[in-house]
């Protein structure tokens, strides 16, 4: 079993920056890929950045160039940086992490953290 935690959600005004964490822990051996989610009530869950373990990533075009993201592999840790944000960055965000331990593959979703955006 892995438990995935995350936290950094807040109200922050128009322009302004949050740092979102999320933390896997448990019979992980190799974790491959990890990512951000966000979701909007009555629309489907979107991806916002993702990175794998060789650091290679990539962003939803709504973020680039605002959002950074990064993980510590000692960790078992993945960041998102989220600079200007803007009213229509406001969601939950969702932490994802893919990859195997105990024998088996595994792919976990956090639980989720709210992002308001408003003056």
């Known amino acids: 079993q892995v438990q995935v935690e995350e936290s950094g959600g807040g109200l922050v005004q128009p322009g302004g920056s949050l740092r979102l964490s999320c933390a896997a822990s448990?019979?992980?051996?190799?974790?491959?890929?990890m990512a951000w989610y966000r979701q909007v009530p009555g629309l489907q869950r979107e991806l916002v950045a993702q990175?794998?373990?060789?650091?290679?990533?990539d962003y939803d075009n709504a973020v680039k160039g605002r959002f950074t993201i990064s993980r510590d592999n000692a960790e078992n840790s993945v960041y998102l940086q989220m600079n200007n944000l803007k009213p229509e960055d406001t969601a939950l965000y969702y932490c994802?992490?893919?990859?195997?331990?105990?024998?088996?593959?595994?792919?976990?979703w956090g639980q989720g953290t709210q992002v308001t955006v408003s003056s």
């Open positions: 994802l992490v893919a990859g195997s331990g105990n024998g088996r593959d595994f792919l976990y």
């Open positions: 990175i794998t373990s060789q650091n290679n990533t």
């Open positions: 448990g019979k992980i051996s190799t974790i491959n890929l």
